[in-house]
């Protein structure tokens, strides 16, 4: 119960919390409803403690009552709770084949890439930039100058450790708010700046401007990339164990059952 901040909840539950936390003898349960219990590790790995724990908490006191009515025994339920049962253990086993799988090699993703350049094309304009901000104005002014004569970036950070820096790129930068949209209608290697907002200042660089239907940049998308090249492999090696494992285990098929329902299927 260290973690929840009992002030923080609707009063109704703080009052289960309570009822709940007198005398338990486990230090570990954070809170236990009929056979359902919440664990102090399942609980600390949350993002949002106190959300979890009180959509943890309201549920499970209703599926306990959805329970003891004998809801969990109606035909609709028994077969959701099997179809997430069934997905759960595919995706466990899919996950144990490809435990020691190496991630995608740089080749790979290069081969992937020129494969499918036109799946990588921009849809409209985009405007890459850098940007540096920070609240010091004569700071920013100076970082203005640099950028103007080519100063590089990195020698910019080390002059002003105590300035945000960051790489970015948008589309339609007009429709954006202040000071984003000062990047609308500016040419490549121009710099914008110092503008304020919100007590900070900005100074943009513009990278490049890309336009619609141009080729991102690898970099750009390679951990789309990588992403897509390990969704593959889940689905071939998913269609391979299918195989190995239909000859394994012989599975009973009703051919007459699945033609009286209209379905087409050959023996």
Known sequence: MRLISLLSLPIFLT???????????????AARVGNYTL?????????????????????HILAYEAERRGLADQGRVKVALHRVKVKLLVEGLIESELENSQ???????????QAHREDFKRASAEIEFLCFAGIDESALEDVRRQLRISGSEESIKA???????????????????????????ANAGEVIGPVEHGGKFYVFKVINIHSPL?????????????YRIMIDRKMKLRERLVKELEKKYNPYINYKLLQALGLSSEE
Request: proline letters at 9%.
């Open 15 to 29: 009052g289960l919390i309570l009822i709940i936390a007198c005398g338990n003898n486990e230090p570990s349960t």
């Open 159 to 185: 002059k002003y450790p105590g300035l945000s820096y960051h790489r970015d790129s948008i589309i339609n930068p007009e429709s954006l708010p202040k000071p984003l949209n000062e990047l609308a209608g």
């Open 39 to 59: 664990t102090e590790a399942e609980l600390s790995q949350a993002a949002n403690p106190i959300q979890y724990f009180e959509s943890w908490l309201e549920d």
């Open 214 to 226: 141009s080729a991102k940049s690898l970099s750009a998308v390679r951990d789309e990339i990588e």
């Open 103 to 113: 991630l995608p090699s740089p080749r790979e993703i290069e081969d992937y890439y």
